[in-house]
């Protein structure tokens, strides 16, 4: 079918302002002139993400209102599913080497780290369990490490992985109970034992800031509900 397409705005002899919208501001009362279409992915496609960002930004500072509409969009769940379902069509329907795939992978942990950076720990924290699972797997069943160039990359990639877990760990709310913190803990615990004997020990940044965050939930609860024990790291 055809590419939808979206109104920028109205063409006239004059220029006038454009709504994010689609519709043209009339600044001089006169009847607008015909609506010509434009496809956006065509307009946007040569644009890099600075480019896009400063031009959002012109938007933003012209249109203050539709801030809020920027907003709710962030607030938005990320779809988690949708970036399982891609990681597992290569993996495992197309065979794609997870070395080859390194850069599907970083490009979702980069979007979990503009999450956590937004403050937002819950979905910074389901992408990246979402692609942290399939990742170790994949490279535990690879078993080989490459050498030289190749393992320079990986190394800067789990460096990646590494510190995003962190930054979301870091920005986790008060709401998040002790018993998901435990289970995020018992998790990451098995990636790092089971990337151990490939990589050395990873991970010890990110667990030892979720320990700390545990203790501190427990010292702060009631004396019956501690857990008797807390979480060894592995």
């Not at 209102?65 to 495992?92: H, P, W």
């Not at 990451?188 to 203790?215: E, N, Q, W, Y």
């Amino acid at each position: 079918g055809s590419t939808p397409t979206r109104s920028l705005g109205t063409m006239a002899s004059k220029p006038e302002a454009i709504s994010p919208s689609g519709d043209a501001k009339k600044s001089d009362g006169k009847d607008s002139q015909p609506v010509e279409k434009y496809d956006l992915g065509y307009l946007m496609a040569p644009l890099s993400r600075h480019r896009l960002e400063m031009v959002l930004a012109r938007v933003i500072v012209n249109y203050p209102e539709e801030v809020e509409k920027l907003l709710e969009e962030s607030r938005k769940a990320a779809d988690f599913v949708a970036i399982g379902n891609e990681i597992k069509t290569m993996l495992d329907d197309q065979g794609i080497d997870v070395l080859e795939a390194m850069e599907h992978f970083e490009h979702h942990i980069k979007l979990a780290r503009n999450y956590a950076k937004a403050k937002d720990a819950n979905n910074a924290l389901l992408i990246l369990k979402t692609v942290t699972t399939p990742l170790v797997s994949a490279l535990v069943k690879r078993g080989k490490v490459p050498e030289g160039e190749a393992r320079s990359e990986l190394d800067e990639f789990i460096i990646l992985l590494e510190t995003t877990w962190q930054e979301a760990i870091t920005v986790i709310d008060e709401k998040m109970t002790s018993s998901e913190l435990m289970e995020i803990f018992k998790e990451l615990s098995k990636h790092r034992i089971a990337l151990t004997t490939l990589l050395g020990p990873i991970f010890s940044d990110p667990l030892r800031v979720l320990k700390k965050r545990i203790r501190k939930m427990m010292d702060a609860s009631e004396s019956s509900s501690r857990p008797s024990k807390m979480p060894k790291q592995g």
